[in-house]
């Protein structure tokens, strides 16, 4: 597997967090960065804090490429990320695959399970993942006793969405250098936003494969795009290790505009 | 798996392949090679006018086969400049 950088991948960091039934303590913890997230939208209180701590019934980890969630099952429960990268993915018939989006701590990979009953697409582990599993019954409880709370959960579909049509403008109608410079920039603005950044450097536990699948590209042109990125060093990478030495150039390089990332603080977060 | 290795060339600059990819077959990597030989000429069409964009696809023995476009611009009136 091809990593981003030119050498080897280093092992993922272990978090050191248990599997399986967890304490309630734990999984206060680990809901954090959930709560992080919605609190972009609004503040979350502690009655709801303490009802999303509680509906999650287990914590289960996957190995990098294990099925997290059935293309056309019927899910009774969501998905949402502790630790590591899910994707949504749509596979073809002729054995390809198109990656929809890339899920990190703090997302919910298929809230919409929850309204839609039967997954048009599945959820795959990119990387080692952690994931929280929130029962069908415990999302309706929320939307029958939380109304504030539902509207964040209800934003953060919408925000799956803005970042849904961003990526079709990019497969559309941006080259395959804006394209991978665009995806970069979000990825540094959504794991910044969860306290994934540190400095100007973050892990991107993807290979080019899944860039190429997320980005309709073949590996080859993505390598290659990379490669240029590199030279004009917008990118800096190292295994699984980016680092972005100067965001706005590679803002500049992307056509990148954040406000489509709802970023607390407006649009120039 | 064989290991092949996508060596890309335009006008300007050689970008080789220092890790190369693992297929099955070598006609997968020759499908590899003219979609990215296409994905390069749609994002040339952007940038310049004419051209000549290759993929070379090698193994660890050396060269296999290339795969290249030619973007071509004929003028077919006098009233198209020359140089655009």
Request: contains cysteine; hydrophobic residues 40%.
């Amino acid at each position: 597997v091809k990593t981003l950088g030119d050498e080897s991948a280093v092992p993922p960091p272990s978090t050191g967090l248990p599997s399986g039934i967890v304490s309630d303590m734990a999984v206060t913890t680990m809901i954090d960065v959930l709560i992080r997230k919605l609190e972009r939208y609004g503040a979350i209180s502690g009655p709801e804090r303490t009802f999303l701590a509680q509906a999650v019934s287990r914590v289960v980890e996957y190995e990098p490429g294990q099925n997290i969630v059935n293309e056309g099952s019927g899910p009774a429960e969501s998905c949402l990320v502790l630790d590591g990268f899910a994707g949504r993915i749509k596979l073809l018939p002729a054995g390809t695959r198109q990656i929809l989006a890339f899920h990190i701590p703090g997302d919910f990979c298929d809230l919409h399970s929850f309204l839609l009953k039967r997954m048009d697409h599945g959820i795959e582990a990119l990387s080692r993942c952690k994931i929280a599993k929130v029962p069908h019954e415990k999302i309706a409880e929320i939307t029958d006793r939380f109304p504030s709370l539902t509207r964040a959960l209800w934003w953060d579909t919408a925000l799956d969405a803005a970042i849904h049509r961003e990526w079709m403008v990019g497969m559309g109608r941006r080259s395959a250098y804006e394209q991978i410079a665009h995806l970069l920039c979000e990825m540094l603005l959504r794991l910044r936003a969860v306290g994934l950044v540190q400095d100007d450097s973050f892990d991107l536990p993807l290979s080019q494969e899944h860039l190429g699948d997320a980005s309709g590209l073949s590996v080859v042109h993505v390598n290659r795009t990379l490669q240029a990125l590199r030279r004009g060093n917008l990118v800096i990478s190292n295994g699984r290790r980016i680092t972005i030495p100067d965001l706005q150039a590679l803002k500049e390089a992307a056509d990148f505009d954040p406000a489509y990332l709802q970023m607390k603080g407006g649009p120039e977060s | 798996m064989p290991r092949y290795y996508f060596v890309f060339h335009d006008a300007e600059s050689v970008t080789i392949d220092e890790t190369g990819e693992e297929l099955p077959t070598i006609e997968r990597a020759r499908k590899e090679a003219l979609r990215a030989v296409g994905e390069a000429a749609r994002d040339f069409s952007r940038q310049r006018g004419a051209g000549v964009l290759a993929v070379e696809v090698r193994d660890d023995s050396g060269p296999i086969l290339r795969v290249s476009a030619t973007i071509e611009i004929t003028a077919l009136s006098k009233s198209f400049p020359e140089e655009a």
